[in-house]
């Protein structure tokens, strides 16, 4: 069986940061990649940015780069996102979610991820 609990949701205003974790419980040794996704009201659920859990190199959706940086402690099983800069249109609910499947790439689609946390809700106040 597979968890993950997404916290370090919150109320932040324009420009500032929340840094997001994700706790991750099950047997994690053929775990391939955790992934971030946000949905907000009315949207469909996208990509935000994904990390290969052995080895660590990752991949951001264009709206997040340069400002949003994934990294994970596999000894605590554990990954973060961690924002910056944050703008109104990155008002959401943030779910964090683990693929258990090789893949060449590092996935980017809802589809090809096995198990989800429930989420946390970020709001940027302008």
């Known amino acids: ?6 916290s370090g949701g ?4 324009a420009g500032g ?3 997001l974790s994700c706790a991750a419980a099950g047997r994690t040794f053929n775990w391939y990649s955790m992934g971030w996704f946000r949905q907000a009201p009315g949207k469909e659920r996208e990509f935000v940015a994904a ?10 959706a264009d709206s997040v780069k340069g400002r949003f940086t994934t990294s994970r402690e596999n000894a605590k099983n554990m990954v973060y996102l961690q924002m910056n800069s944050l703008k109104p249109e990155d008002t959401a609910v ?8 090789y893949s060449f790439s ?3 689609s ?14 940027v106040s302008s």
């Open 17 to 19: 940061s929340l840094r």
């Open 110 to 123: 809802k589809m090809e991820y096995d198990y989800w946390g429930q989420g946390t809700q970020v709001t």
């Open 94 to 101: 943030y779910y964090c979610a683990v693929r258990t499947r």
């Open 106 to 108: 590092l996935p980017t």
């Open 51 to 60: 990390i290969r859990w052995s080895g660590g190199s990752t991949y951001y």
């Open 1 to 6: 069986q597979v968890q993950l609990v997404e």
């Open 10 to 13: 919150g109320l932040v205003q």
